[in-house]
């Protein structure tokens, strides 16, 4: 029997070994059903009761935003708003709303965050003027906490979520500057909410 031959043969077993161990909704005490007394949670909402949620961020509640051009290109534009600097904890995290305005695609297809950077890496910074402070978003051996700039995509015209975690700031501030692209004008007095 081949090398192949012995691994289809072994993920089949498997395969059948865990669909023989998985029991149904109906069978299972552990899921409940349709007469279950517990309630199916409403649009994010927790399972279990444990808290647990799903962050929603309305497009309306941007601070500040701009439209900017895309670096290397003859007509295509962003517009990039952001949301207030939350701390949570010992970091901050950026939110940002950007709509690609495309015209050199449909408005049909996708556009990832790589490209509305014009095809420059993803590398905000937060500037506080007040104590000649800068910080860099968080990177663990090379891998920046932050939005994937290919995978995170958008239609043509709607907007999608880009998103980077920085160390909590070091000193009291209300507001700091905030620098996306070296070709694009900076954000002012982006608030830091606690």
Known sequence: MSMRHRLAAVSAAGLLILTGCTASPETDPAVPSAASSETAPGPGG?????????????PADVVVSQEVTVPGS?????T????SLTVEGSVQVLRLV????????????????YAVWGTDAFRPTLVDMENLKVYSALSDTGQYWASDAVYNE???GEPM??????AAPEDDVDAVDLRLHESWPEFTDIPVTR
């Open 46 to 58: 927790a399972v279990d009761g444990s808290g647990a949620g799903v962050a929603s961020y309305d």
């Open 161 to 166: 979520i880009v998103w980077a975690v920085f």
């Open 98 to 113: 950007v709509t690609p305005n495309f015209s050199s695609v449909s408005t049909a297809e996708s556009v990832n965050q």
């Open 154 to 156: 958008a239609i043509n």
């Open 80 to 83: 990039v708003g952001v949301l």
């Open 74 to 78: 003859e007509g295509d534009t962003a």
